[in-house]
């Protein structure tokens, strides 16, 4: 055994590195704060912060004055006080009944989303800061409209817990056209004055923080994602609120050779080279978290210029077309970067369109052999300008 614990230090070298840039996440804390204009953010970092690591993005946001995060579930929420965050951590998906106590010991608030969540509430102890989510179409979570107003008055008359505010969530915030969003604000605001007209609100995604201003004044918070990342989740979004990547995904060229015409690549064979190619391996793949149905539409940066997939992805390669031995990429060597996404590569709203997916999918569905670091930009300076990766050169 003795000959292995050297290896141990070894084996946290990525292969497949995911590079943080915290500078940018600085950057666009303060956009999005600017479109916020003077309300709340409440930072979204479920999912390990959309998959950038919590552990780098919390403290960052916390740092620069964030009160408020959200998560998926408790464990989230416990890892999120684990990091010594103190501030309000409110949980998206409703509770179970026997999740209650972690709730308490840990001062996570609470979503009310339907009758027999309130119910639960009000059976124990507490004490809980709850968020009633009301259901203004989207239909995944929430109370009625109909429902809303006796909840809130016997949670009001419960000593044991807090009603922080009443919310609800858009389902179409991100697109063109904003007459569903305006309907479910419609909604909202009856709910609203049946209950008195007092509850603080809150309602703004990524996508409303953008484009709906209406949702946005005068709440209580706003509940940003996709944009403290830089991945808004359309063009339309990406349009109005200047942001930047924070991720840049990279891995390295372990193969390269040059194929000749009329010869296939990879399972199923379904590229087929139209003339002799040089093709590179990328130690990269779909356990890394990269869609299978990248497959032949992928593009990925090498020495600054987007090449395509070639061939189907596998589970940890992939391979891509650099052209005729005689180009500008014919010399590429193994051990060359390659960039997956991000700055030097494709970017996420292009890689998403690519597999058919959101941007969020694409960073949030990274799996733990990813290694996640974090780099710092210089101020003020282009988004490439990053802090040389570690030296792999000793190991
Ligand atoms: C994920 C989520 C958000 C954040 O959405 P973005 O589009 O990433 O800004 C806000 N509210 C709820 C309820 C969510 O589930």
Known sequence: MKAYTAGLRESRVPTVRAEVDLGALRQNLRAVRAAAGGVPVLGVVKANAYGHGVELVAPVLAAEGVRAFAVANVSEGIALRALGIDGAVL???????QELPAYVAY????????????????AHPGP???HVEVDTGMHRLGLSPAETPDVVRRL???????????WTHLAT????????????LACLEAVLA???????VHVANSGALAQLPEAVRQRALVRPGGLLYGIPATEIVAARVPVRPVMRLVSRVVHVQTVPAGESVSYGRTWR?????????VAAGYADGLPRQLSNRGRAGVRGRLVPYAGAVCMDLLMLDLGPPDGPLGDVEPGEEVVLLGPGGPPALDLAEAAGTVTYALTAGLTARVVRVATEAAPGAGARNFRAPPDLSSV
């Not at 949980?91 to 009944?97: A, I, K």
């Not at 608030?109 to 309130?118: I, Q, Y």
């Not at 049946?194 to 603080?200: D, E, K, S, V």
Request: aromatic residues 4%; negative net charge.
């Open 194 to 200: 049946a209950t008195g007209g007092l509850l603080p």
């Open 128 to 130: 809980f800061r709850v």
């Open 91 to 97: 949980v998206f998906t409703p509770p179970l009944p």
């Open 173 to 184: 915030a991100d697109e063109d056209d904003l007459a569903f969003s305006r309907e479910q």
């Open 156 to 166: 009001q008359a419960a000593p044991h817990v807090e009603i922080v505010a009443l």
């Open 107 to 122: 001062g996570l608030d609470v979503a009310v989303t339907s009758p027999v969540v309130a119910e639960a509430v009000l």
């Open 273 to 281: 080279a139209a003339q002799p190619t040089r093709i590179a391996t």
